[in-house]
């Protein structure tokens, strides 16, 4: 999946290193083993060397093995803190986002997502924001551990009641994105799916106030039909 | 010049059994008995496990697949965690180390022998309650089953509660067995048996041990609190009135954690007992292989925290977690590059033993190479919980216990029985799990590392590109389990059927080789006095040169004096 996010570019750069980390490490070992097995076979007719390894060459397979580790860590954190800044909005984006990056709270709950916008409109399971901005999600639960993770956009970050969490993007272009929960959240765990449209930031406005009206427009509707004592 | 007739000999077989076989099995406070009864419970249970992965395999097989409905499906899932976790994994490794590690160090039985009867058999009740529980109300919860899905409010019925009561009981069994070892290893070692001159494997029981009487209360603590939790109004791990879903979190890592180690550790043990023997030279260097153990102990479940890396943590935690699991390459990496160092220069037998111990290191080494990405923080943010953890996890316990366990099991089988195991269903089956293993979990790295496909989900959706991945992976699965049942049917078979073996069937260097296959009861007549970290071979060269020929076998009839 290609990135579309600055923090994902960061996440595929340290995924490629620990993909290049690991096949060193197969090649290595799997393949010295699969040359030793046939080199040294019993069938050759020498006698075994009874040779030990003195304390050198362990201290000295050992700090290789070790400068190796090091060298992961420094990228790991390198490439971690680039993934975890908060983007700046960019010149295409909403630019009442441009000082503080627009905030939406998202809340997993059994087996849906909802987003509360800024202006208190809210959606289900479809998140929209505006292209080229600066989101953070402030992620909460309101029953068990969920998880959030649309791999375009984003790391995947866990929901868990009591606690927020946060993740941050900058969506780079215009589109639907497709995530899904990735913790054990019960029956209808892999039904539990979320989207992301990104739009433009007039569209972006236009759709939370037409929420906003669609959804008082209802309540209203809601509370007049209880006065008038009927059941909505 | 033949060997001297004269020289002390305490000959006791034909001693006839007073009871009947089973009233022997179910009170037997012997190691050797209640080693077998862990090893023949593991197995029996591996395979049980495999049938549970197949049927989700099957319904993994295509995209929306109704085979299996969600609840079933979760209820499959939270069987195969706990039944390939608790009662088949953890239970061979420690019911190896039971059977062979106070043959090793030369003892006459355990320390506590009734302390590990209640261990074995709390093990056996923990199964069957697990199983009993299936039959009414499984848990839907998953393999480490995530505070608050756990509580009452989100799960109501008893599935939980079997759950936790069956993994307790195994827990603490697994603890009591433990606390044998650990004494045994402190008290009944032979004359000279210092602690620089205890085999390989014996370390790693002894590791093994001490790190189980770390994370085993730990995980007894946890279940301890999820029962009050869901029985008696308990807030532990309920949000909202004080309590912390995160802490089940942390505790339940720690034993998932440091059982992942356990297991990786007793599976490097045996083939640092196996490499040695079959290459005919000592290991390269003991001290790195034991030094290297420990460490993995110790590093690798302090990084519990990596399971943990989406959680709302603090990322001080993460790198701390990070720096923790990066570090375990040192251990890993000098223990690769001891055995393989072992084996230059030697001259290789290629028999089963062997075989599956170098399946067993790669395997590992490719599993733990998939975990490197999971241990890089921002990496684990895309990879954690998708397909590729369960290909990296697959890929080393399915190389440590699976493979490493049945490199053990043909290595120890002629000691254990009496009988060695067929060699040519040996070749097959490995070789069809090789072919197995690599179909089924290689393909989830891709779906997992590239897709994106999420773990313990019931159904995967068409159009989301994973559906020829999954399909490899499902038939994969069955080669897997065809391997495998080969050889636990050789293992059926050979044990009354196989090839008569020799008291030293692989001319070992550890104590085990001294006694007869099967031991005796009290497994010594006569306590070696050892003077090296290799007394068999010690003895061996002292027959040989007191008969002043070279060295052969024991007689059958009774034990070599040294």
């Known amino acids: 999946m290609a990135p579309h996010s600055p923090g994902t570019d960061q996440i595929d750069t ?71 800044e908060t983007p700046a909005t960019g010149p295409a984006g909403l630019q009442t986002a441009s000082t503080e990056p627009l905030t939406i709270k998202a809340t997993g709950q059994q087996w849906l997502w909802r987003y509360d916008y800024p202006n208190s409109a809210f959606s289900y399971y479809k998140l929209v924001v505006p292209v080229d901005t600066s989101v953070v999600l402030d992620l909460v639960s309101t029953d068990i551990v969920h998880t959030w993770d649309v791999p375009e956009l984003s790391g995947k970050r866990d929901a868990v009641p009591g606690k927020t969490n946060r993740v941050v993007f900058r969506a780079d272009e215009e589109g639907v994105y497709r995530g899904q929960a990735a913790t054990l959240s019960g029956q209808a765990y892999a039904a539990m799916r979320t989207e992301v449209q990104v739009v433009s930031p007039d569209e972006y406005q236009a759709f939370i106030e037409s929420q906003k009206t669609d959804i008082q427009t209802a309540q209203d509707r809601v509370v007049r039909l209880i006065e008038q004592g009927e059941t909505p | 010049m033949s060997a001297p007739r004269n020289r002390p000999e305490i000959v006791v077989e034909g001693f006839p059994r007073r009871r009947p076989r089973w009233t022997e099995i179910a009170t ?49 899932l939270s069987l195969y965690g706990a039944t390939a976790i608790f009662l088949f994994a953890i239970p061979l490794a420690l019911g190896l180390f039971y059977y062979v590690m106070p043959l090793q160090i030369g003892a006459r039985g355990s320390a506590l022998p009734r302390l590990g009867q209640i261990g074995a058999w709390l093990y056996v009740f923990g199964a069957t309650v697990l199983y009993v529980g299936f039959l009414f109300t499984p848990s839907e919860a998953g393999v480490n089953p995530l505070a608050p899905l756990t509580e009452l409010a989100f799960l109501a019925n008893n599935g939980v509660d079997a759950w936790a009561s069956a993994v307790g009981l195994a827990t603490l069994g697994f603890v009591l067995i433990a606390i044998d070892l650990v004494t045994t290893l402190r008290n009944m070692r032979a004359p000279g048996m210092a602690w620089r001159r205890l085999p390989v494997f014996s370390w790693a029981a002894a590791i093994s041990s001490w790190l189980l009487l770390f994370i085993g209360p730990v995980m007894l603590a946890a279940i301890a609190m999820l029962l009050i939790d869901r029985n008696f109004d308990g807030i532990f791990f309920a949000d909202g009135s004080g309590g912390a879903p995160l802490l089940w979190q942390h505790l339940s890592w720690i034993f998932y954690t440091g059982s992942y180690m356990l297991i990786l550790i007793a599976a490097l043990g045996a083939i640092a007992e196996i490499v040695p023997t079959f290459s005919r030279k000592p290991l390269f260097n003991r001290g790195a292989v034991i030094g290297s153990l420990v460490a993995i102990a110790v590093v690798g479940t302090l990084a519990w925290m990596q399971n943990m890396l989406t959680a709302p943590i603090g990322v001080g935690w993460m790198y701390f977690a990070m720096i923790m699991s990066l570090a375990l390459i040192v251990p890993i990496g000098l223990i690769a590059f001891n055995l393989i160092a072992t084996m230059v220069g030697g001259t ?35 990879l954690k919980n998708t ?118 069937q692989w001319g070992g260097d550890s104590l085990e080789w001294l006694t007869l296959s099967p031991p005796e009861p009290h497994n010594f007549d006569v306590l070696p006095d050892v003077r090296s970290a290799q007394p068999m071979r010690d003895i061996r060269e002292a027959i040989a040169h007191r008969a002043g020929r070279p060295t052969e076998q024991p007689a059958r009839e009774s034990q070599p004096v040294a």
């Open chain 1, 14 to 84: 340290l995924l490629w290193i620990g993909f290049v980390a690991a096949v060193i490490f197969v090649v290595a070992i799997v393949g010295g083993l699969l040359y030793t097995a046939r080199r040294y076979r019993s069938e050759r007719g020498a006698e075994p060397r009874q040779v030990r390894g003195g304390r050198g060459i362990q201290v000295r397979v050992g700090a290789t093995l070790a400068l190796f580790a090091v060298a992961l860590f420094v990228a790991g954190v390198v490439f971690t803190e680039r993934a975890r």
């Open chain 2, 348 to 382: 290789l037998r290629m028999r089963a033993p062997l075989l599956f111990a170098l399946g067993a290191l790669a395997f590992i080494a490719i599993g733990l190479s998939g975990e490197l990405s999971h241990s890089l923080v921002a990496a684990a943010w895309k």
């Open chain 2, 28 to 76: 037997s406070a012997d190691h050797k008995d209640l080693g077998r009864l862990l090893i023949t419970g593991a197995l029996g249970f591996l395979f049980v496990a495999l049938i549970e992965l197949l049927l989700m395999r099957l319904q993994l097989a295509i995209p929306e697949n109704t085979f299996l409905s969600p609840v079933a499906f979760n209820r499959m």
């Open chain 2, 387 to 504: 397909t590729d953890a369960t290909a990296s996890t697959h890929f080393a316990l399915v190389g440590g216990a699976v493979f490493g366990g049945f490199a053990a099991l043909h290595y120890w089988f002629p000691k254990m029985t009496g009988r060695t195991m067929g060699e040519s269903l040996a070749r097959i089956s490995f070789w069809t799990m090789v072919v197995g293993a690599l179909l089924a979990f290689a393909p989830l790295f891709l779906a997992g590392g590239e897709e994106g496909q999420v773990i313990d989900a019931y159904k995967f959706f068409d159009g989301t590109g994973v559906n020829a991945y999954n399909l490899i992976a499902s038939i994969g699965s069955l080669v897997l389990a065809i391997g495998i049942v080969i050889t636990l049917m050789n293992a059926i078979l050979s044990r009354t059927g196989g090839p008569e073996a020799r008291h030293d």
